[in-house]
């Protein structure tokens, strides 16, 4: 009888603790960025009560207090260091659901400042950073056609030391600029100077000028391989690549752009 009676009180607190438990929970993660959360904290449906009953970040609950309208999720006593994972747990009665006003302070921002910055004349882009806070993809970008044009990407390594990345592009006739692009979640893009370099490739040019099935790339008098854009008259692209001829027999006739090596040029589909 006694073994009957202790299993029935274990099971009564175990209901217990999962009646404590029960209700909703919304999860943030990111990056700490210095800054702290702030909650918008209702009653709940009964009029008794706010919503939030507990909040843990990284597993440990806070000190915060939140039997409020509105309260402070307080980021300093966890001792983070800027760009450090977090994981905050937000739980809360199941009929009311509290509202985080400011979460995208957790989303990794553009923060990297450039160390160095090279470009070999085959192509070999290397550059250094130091400051990032969070992982962000660094997109490549040459200039060519007038415009600046994304030839790759790599993934930031998101920590406040130095880093050191690499990417082979395709280097272009003549002066070649080659720069870093870093957008976070404002949208707004962070841009570092241009690294630049003259090449060794010979000047391009493309034959025919009136095409029926293929556009030809040669340097002296040799083919040559060439990043390319091919425009309707309206400005769709309507091919892109590279390679040292474009097959445009499935082109409508009629007239169209051409960008390749650093050039632009115009050409007709027979």
């Not at 290397?126 to 790759?152: C, D, I, M, P, Y």
């Not at 990407?153 to 082979?168: A, H, I, L, Q, W």
């Not at 003259?198 to 790339?217: G, H, M, T």
């Not at 027999?249 to 169209?256: A, F, I, T």
């Amino acid at each position: 009888m006694k073994k009957i009676g202790l299993l029935a009180l274990v099971l009564s607190l175990g209901f217990l603790n999962l009646t404590a438990q029960s209700g909703g929970v919304i999860i943030l993660e990111g990056n700490y960025q210095g800054k702290n959360l702030y909650i918008q904290n209702p009653f709940g449906s009964n009029g008794v009560g706010f919503c939030v009953s507990e909040v843990k970040v990284n597993g440990n609950i806070t000190t915060d207090e939140i039997n409020s309208s509105a309260f402070e999720i307080d980021m300093k006593p966890h001792k983070l260091n800027i760009g450090d994972k977090v994981e905050i747990k937000i739980f809360h009665k199941e009929d009311c659901k509290p509202k985080v006003l400011n979460a995208e302070v957790l989303k990794p921002k553009s923060t990297y400042e450039v160390i160095s910055m090279e470009i070999d004349k085959d192509g070999t882009f290397t550059w250094s950073t130091k400051s990032e806070t969070g992982k962000l993809a660094f997109a490549v970008e040459q200039f060519r056609w007038n415009k600046w044009v994304k030839v790759g990407e790599v993934d930031g390594m998101g920590t406040p030391t130095t880093n050191n990345y690499s990417f082979k592009i395709v280097p272009h006739s003549g002066k070649n600029q080659v720069r870093i692009r870093q957008t976070d979640y404002s949208g707004q893009p962070r841009l570092s100077k241009a690294a630049e370099f003259v090449s060794e490739v010979p000047e391009i040019s493309f034959a025919p000028i009136k095409a029926s099935k293929d556009v030809n790339f040669v340097a002296k008098g040799k083919p040559i391989e060439t990043m390319y854009e091919i425009y309707d008259q309206y400005g769709n692209v309507v091919k892109k690549g590279y390679g040292e001829k474009i097959d445009v027999s499935n082109l409508p006739k009629g007239g169209y752009f051409l960008n390749y090596d650093n050039k632009m040029g115009e050409f007709v589909k027979k």
